[in-house]
Every structure is written in C-alpha cells, then in structure tokens.
C-alpha cells in the first residue's frame, strides 16, 4: 500500500467508523497503560504515581502494519486503543519531553 492509498484509507468513511467502535470497546482506555500497570501488579513491582493510571485513548494502532496488511485494515483483533505516547513508542517515535533542547545562541549564562 502506498502512502497516498494509506492517507485515503485514514480519510475514508469506513475507518471513521471503525475507530470510534474500536475506542469504545476499549472504553478510550490505553491498551498498553493497562497492560503496564497489570504487569507491574501480577509482578509487584512499584510504580510511579505518575505510572499508575490509565491514559486516554485516542488513537487506533494497527497491530500488523496497514501498508504490509492491507486485508487486516479494519479487523478488530488487529486494532488496539492507545494514548499518544504509547502510540509513539510502538512506531518508535522518541515523546516530546525526550527531545533535545535547543542550542542557546550563546554559551554566556547570566
């Protein structure tokens, strides 16, 4: 699937749909702040306050890739429910607040 093929699909009618209805089985809940927070519990592991929520979903993640399978494009067990950060981490996306601050324009610091 090429990209335009791939920004058509995401702008159709069909996905619009299935997103909402993906959302809502997960009850807008983060699939994988869940699956953390269950690991660390199962385990008793400590976690940051910080770590101990549920972040709200509001992306869908194709599990299998959307250009290598387009035949699994709107397949529920293929659609998960993710917060932004997860999302960016599952595509390997560095989040925001890991970035690296700009140069200073000088090196004087007052």
Not at 95 to 105: G, S
Request: aromatic share 6%.
């Amino acid at each position: 699937m090429t990209d335009t093929e791939a920004k058509k699909f995401y702008d159709s009618k069909a996905w619009q749909t299935k997103r909402i209805e993906i959302l809502k089985r997960d009850r807008f809940e983060c699939q994988d702040c869940r699956a953390r927070i269950q690991k660390a519990v199962a385990e008793g592991k400590w976690l940051p306050e910080k770590e101990k929520k549920i972040a709200r979903a509001n992306q869908v993640h194709h599990i299998q890739e959307l250009k290598e399978h387009p035949e699994l494009a709107l397949d529920n067990d293929n659609l998960i429910s993710l917060c932004v950060r997860c999302h960016n981490i599952r595509h390997g996306r560095v989040p925001h607040k890991f970035k690296r601050k700009k140069k200073l324009a000088s090196r004087e610091r007052w």
